[in-house]
């Protein structure tokens, strides 16, 4: 058997372990959280394996051995130092992050400002993901058709069918741990490769060490790249953008509770480390071998060019597997993440907020194929990995930035300065890269250094200068929009509610016995399901819109901060703890609470309030109502 043969039986067995891993994390999905968010059940291990894993991708391994090779040391600030920094970032965020019980970054700024802010970020996020998808499977076709000769499209195809149909079965589940097993391949292919690239000098009648000090004082030079103000531009180009890159998010609200949302990501970190470590050591043996690349393209095949250089057909075979792990780890993650968007923050929300759940649960399937079909089809007519994520990352950077950090800090911050700036600055970022390509076709940076980047500065500054201009000169916020993000602003708004339910009347026992239970971490989660039947024969539906204007109209605790999909009980500062309702079935009410541990017994007071509250409403519709398992 042929490496090329043998890759393909290779492929077909990883390709059916993830279908089989898509398939057992599909069984028990419920609803759009057990979609996008696992449940919120997932442990340290996943979330540090998951979190590098989907920012180490086939692209990654090659981009940032050609960066080594092609510049030296100095350039960490473009790519390594970058992914790293940004998740330590978000692991001293985390805590604050959980705190707001959303499913999509779009989610939370709606929460913290208004309906109006979340679409424009919605579409912002999906095209940024989509791009970094790209990017995913250029690194894919570049491999298959190095090693095999196999046509691009073709290659695209393979990928896009796999990723298709184990994300579109287990939702974000299957991608953590699908991440998990692919993490473990492309580590593997990292490592085998370092070691290879380690015994070239050797070979060459020289050591690594000396290799190393041949190298020059410049390929040494951290500060290559412009000195100290060159650095700085670059992360204030980039790392803004790896910070507010909503995949991450997604892993700390899919986290049982903080503890694991911040070691996980501290962990994928230190993992992240570990492998530029060997793209560091693979790009120094290079050097000993082969002379200095041509350009930075170039610099990247040569990891490719290498394999096929100095591995049997078999090793090849097996480390083809690596990349397609590497590829499909992080084209997984995008895919799912832009499509979240889409459907919750724009379809959910504005199109079909009455929608059942397992209407949403099927538009959630197909808008992941959807997203993986765009991403493949861009990846067909481009070839630059660098160039695509870059435009994704400063995209993000100038578009929405500002209001998800302004959001969770100041108070301050208005609806209208943070939309001001997504329009402002996402809109500048987008003409000047349009300018750079269509129309001066050459790097801004050739007209200055401060428009390194695609000129993302500019984009940036205008953002943030409109943001705090606006938000200054416009009424503060209502402190029901302040309250889940400020403790003490929740505790003004909200006070303590005190509850008094006759815990041994027959119904308050009848409904406490269908809520279902579980603990997660520093939290749990209740669950009650409500079945609704019509009181005459010839009785109606439940109609969505209807009921949750009534309710919101004879109990003012009942709020709709993120659209009538989703109805809030706010009846205390902690909004994870707060009553939720949304619509299950056709007639079928859902009610969920996620409260700490020590505060399970109120909120099971708070679900039956909030069951007779309910029930009160729904029959001056001529609807009655029954809790059911």
Same mark, same amino acid.
């Not at 962990?267 to 470590?277: C, E, F, K």
């Not at 919750?344 to 929300?349: M, V, Y």
């Not at 911050?413 to 329009?423: D, E, H, M, P």
């Not at 019509?534 to 949750?548: H, K, R, Y």
């Given at each position: 058997?042929?490496?090329?043969?043998?890759?393909?039986?290779l492929?077909?067995?990883?390709?059916?372990?993830?279908?089989?891993?898509?398939?057992?994390?599909s069984?028990?999905?419920?609803?759009?959280?057990?979609?996008?968010?696992?449940?919120?059940?997932?442990?340290?291990a996943?979330?540090?394996?998951s979190?590098?894993?989907?920012?180490?991708?086939?692209?990654?391994?090659?981009?940032?051995?050609?960066?080594?090779?092609f510049?030296?040391?100095?350039s960490?600030?473009?790519?390594?130092?970058?992914n790293?920094?940004?998740?330590?970032?978000?692991?001293?965020l985390s805590g604050?992050?959980?705190?707001?019980?959303?499913?999509t970054?779009?989610?939370?700024?709606?929460?913290r400002?208004?309906?109006?802010?979340?679409?424009p970020?919605?579409l912002?996020?999906?095209?940024?993901?989509?791009?970094f998808?790209?990017?995913?499977?250029?690194?894919?076709?570049?491999?298959?058709?190095?090693?095999?000769g196999?046509?691009?499209?073709?290659?695209?195809?393979?990928?896009?069918?796999?990723?298709?149909i184990?994300?579109?079965?287990?939702?974000?589940?299957?991608?953590?741990?699908?991440?998990?097993?692919q993490?473990?391949?492309?580590?593997g292919?990292?490592?085998?490769v370092?070691?290879?690239?380690?015994?070239?000098?050797?070979?060459?009648?020289t050591?690594?060490v000396?290799?190393?000090s041949?190298?020059?004082t410049?390929?040494?030079?951290?500060?290559l790249?412009?000195?100290?103000?060159?650095i700085l531009?670059l992360?204030?180009?980039?790392?803004?953008?790896?910070?507010?890159?909503?995949?991450?998010?997604?892993?700390?609200?899919?986290?049982?509770?903080n503890k694991?949302?911040?070691?996980?990501?501290i962990?994928?970190?230190?993992?992240?480390?570990?492998?530029?470590?060997a793209?560091?050591?693979?790009?120094?043996?290079?050097?000993?071998?082969?002379?200095v690349?041509?350009?930075e393209m170039?610099?990247?095949?040569l990891?490719?060019?290498?394999?096929v250089?100095?591995?049997?057909?078999?090793?090849?075979?097996?480390?083809?597997?690596?990349f397609?792990?590497?590829?499909?780890?992080c084209?997984?993650t995008?895919?799912t993440?832009?499509?979240?968007?889409i459907?919750?923050?724009?379809?959910?929300?504005?199109i079909?907020?009455?929608?059942?759940?397992?209407?949403m649960?099927?538009?959630?399937r197909?808008?992941?194929?959807?997203?993986?079909?765009?991403?493949?089809?861009?990846?067909?007519? $481009?070839?630059?990995? #660098?160039? *695509?994520?870059i435009i994704?990352? =400063?995209?993000?950077? +100038?578009?929405?930035?500002? @209001? !998800?950090?302004g959001?969770?800090?100041?108070?301050?911050?208005?609806?209208?300065?943070?939309?001001?700036?997504?329009?402002i600055?996402?809109?500048?970022?987008?003409?000047?890269?349009?300018?750079?390509?269509?129309?001066?076709?050459?790097?801004?940076?050739?007209?200055?250094?401060?428009?390194?980047?695609?000129?993302?500065? $500019?984009?940036l500054? #205008?953002? *943030?200068?409109?943001?705090?201009? =606006?938000s200054?000169i +416009?009424?503060?916020?209502? @402190? !029901?929009?302040?309250?889940?993000?400020?403790?003490e602003?929740?505790?003004?708004?909200?006070?303590?509610?005190a509850?008094?339910v006759?815990?041994?009347?027959?119904?308050?026992?009848?409904?406490?016995?269908?809520?279902?239970?579980?603990m997660?971490?520093?939290?749990?989660?209740?669950?009650?399901?409500?079945?609704?039947?019509?009181?005459?024969?010839?009785?109606?539906?439940?109609?969505?819109?209807?009921?949750?204007?009534?309710?919101k109209?004879?109990?003012?605790?009942?709020?709709?901060?993120?659209?009538?999909?989703?109805?809030?009980?706010?009846?205390?500062a902690?909004?994870?703890?707060?009553?939720k309702?949304?619509?299950?079935?056709?007639?079928?009410?859902?009610?969920?609470?996620d409260?700490?541990?020590?505060?399970?017994?109120k909120?099971?007071?708070?679900?039956?309030?909030?069951?007779?509250?309910?029930?009160?409403?729904?029959?001056?519709?001529?609807?009655?109502?029954?809790?059911?398992?």
């Open positions: 058997m042929d490496s090329y043969h043998l890759f393909l039986l492929l077909g067995l990883y390709i059916a372990m993830l279908i089989g891993i898509g398939i057992r994390s069984r028990g999905q419920r609803s759009v959280t057990d979609f996008w968010l696992a449940g919120q059940e997932i442990k340290t996943n979330i540090g394996f979190s590098a894993a989907s920012w180490l991708t086939a692209s990654a391994l090659l981009l940032a051995t050609g960066l080594f090779l510049i030296g040391v100095g960490i600030w473009v790519w390594v130092f970058p790293v920094a940004a998740l330590l970032i978000l692991a001293m604050r992050v959980r705190n707001v019980p959303a499913l970054q779009p989610e939370m700024l709606e929460i400002y208004d309906p109006m802010v979340r679409a970020v919605a912002a996020i999906a095209i940024s993901m989509t791009l998808a790209v990017t995913d499977f250029i690194g894919f076709k570049l491999v298959l058709g190095t090693f095999f196999v046509p691009p499209f073709y290659a695209l195809l393979i990928m896009a069918v796999a990723v298709s184990y994300v579109s079965l287990g939702g974000f589940r299957a991608v953590v741990w699908t991440d998990t097993v993490f473990l391949f492309l580590a292919l990292a490592v085998v370092a070691f290879l690239a380690y015994k070239l000098p050797a070979a060459n009648g050591s690594m000396a290799t190393a041949s190298l020059g410049q390929w040494w030079d951290l500060f790249l412009g000195g100290l103000s060159g531009i992360q204030l180009a980039l790392l803004p953008g790896w910070v507010a890159e909503q995949d991450p998010w997604q892993k700390i609200w899919a986290a049982r509770d694991s949302a911040k070691r996980g990501l962990m994928g970190a230190v993992l992240l480390g570990v492998i530029y470590l793209c560091l050591i693979t790009a120094v043996g290079l050097r000993s071998h082969y002379p690349p041509e350009g170039a610099a990247e095949m990891y490719l060019q290498f394999i250089d100095s591995c049997p057909g078999a090793l090849i075979a097996v480390l083809a597997i690596g397609a792990a590497a590829s499909m780890s084209a997984d995008f895919a993440s832009g499509a979240s968007c459907s919750r923050d724009l379809i959910q929300r504005h079909r907020p009455q929608a059942t759940m397992k209407e649960m099927i538009i959630n197909v808008l992941v194929v959807v997203m993986i079909a765009i991403a493949a089809f861009i990846a067909y007519r $481009v070839d630059s990995i #660098l160039d *695509a994520v994704a990352t =400063v995209i993000g950077t +100038t578009s929405y930035f500002f @209001p !998800i950090m959001g969770l800090f100041w108070k301050r911050a208005t609806k209208w300065g943070a939309l001001t700036a997504v329009i600055g996402g809109g500048t970022q987008i003409v000047l890269i349009s300018y750079e390509k269509f129309w001066l076709r050459a790097p801004l940076d050739s007209i200055s250094p401060y428009l390194t980047e695609h000129g993302v500065l $500019v984009g500054s #205008l953002s *943030a200068f409109f943001f705090v201009g =606006v200054l +416009t009424p503060r916020p209502d @402190p !029901i929009r302040l309250a889940p993000f400020f403790p602003m929740g505790a003004k708004v909200f006070g303590s509610e509850l008094s006759k815990r041994d009347d027959p119904l308050y026992v009848k409904v406490r016995n269908k809520i279902e239970e579980k997660v971490g520093e939290r749990a989660h209740l669950h009650l399901r409500l079945d609704i039947e019509p009181l005459m024969a010839d009785g109606g539906e439940l109609e969505w819109n209807s009921f949750v204007k009534r309710i109209g004879r109990h003012p605790r009942w709020f709709t901060p993120t659209g009538s999909n989703t109805v809030y009980r706010l009846s205390q902690d909004m994870q703890a707060c009553v309702m949304v619509r299950g079935d056709r007639l079928q009410i859902w009610l969920s609470t409260p700490r541990l020590s505060q399970i017994e909120e099971k007071d708070e679900l039956y309030v909030s069951y007779l509250e309910i029930e009160e409403t729904l029959s001056g519709l001529d609807l009655v109502v029954s809790p059911v398992r």
